[in-house]
């Protein structure tokens, strides 16, 4: 699981305490909705009284959440969102806008335009593709020019291998861009 997610636990635990209540924070080892699925129903079995949720597919988690929904347990959605969800509410960046400013910064930074290569964990996270997708929306009309956005399935080494090759073989690229927390180190 991505460092991504240490201070959500540390501040969770730090919530708990402050509110005098139990908060438990799990996550699948892989990007799978079945691993998550998984979760979420243990902790139904363990009757908690509510769940919050990072959606790794949005549209795949709707039934997830109404199972939750179905059992009386409220659900909020962060870091990435099911808006079609009956969710009670999402907390967390808006994914398209954080692209869009990482593209005018690089539109900035690079007036005379230039190749930028883009790296991520899992494309097929709503968040990462929002992320992708305004950064993309942001670079139109410019020269700067996004060549593609490689995956690396969130293995460390995957991701190093990506940077290498893209490196290797695209001696032009003047930048990269990491859409998920990890890519940038």
Request: with cysteine.
């Amino acid at each position: 699981i991505s460092p991504f997610w240490d201070p959500l636990a540390v501040g969770m635990k730090k919530s708990a305490e402050e509110n005098g209540c139990q908060a438990e924070w799990a996550g699948p080892q892989n990007s799978e909705v079945g691993a998550q699925k998984q979760l979420v129903e243990s902790a139904l079995a363990k009757e908690v009284d509510g769940i919050a949720i990072s959606c790794i597919e949005p549209e795949a988690t709707i039934p997830i959440i109404q199972e939750c929904i179905d059992k009386g347990i409220p659900v909020i959605t962060f870091d990435s969102d099911s808006t079609k969800s009956a969710r009670l509410c999402y907390i967390g960046t808006n994914n398209t806008n954080a692209g869009k400013e990482a593209g005018k910064f690089a539109v900035k930074i690079m007036p005379d335009g230039g190749k930028i290569m883009g790296f991520v964990g899992n494309i097929s996270a709503a968040n990462a593709r929002e992320r992708r997708d305004g950064f993309v929306e942001a670079i139109k009309g410019s020269k700067v020019e996004l060549v593609d956005t490689l995956d690396d399935n969130k293995d460390p080494s995957r991701a190093r291998r990506n940077v290498e090759d893209a490196i290797t073989k695209n001696s032009d690229l003047k930048g990269l861009l990491g859409l998920f927390s990890y890519n940038g180190p």
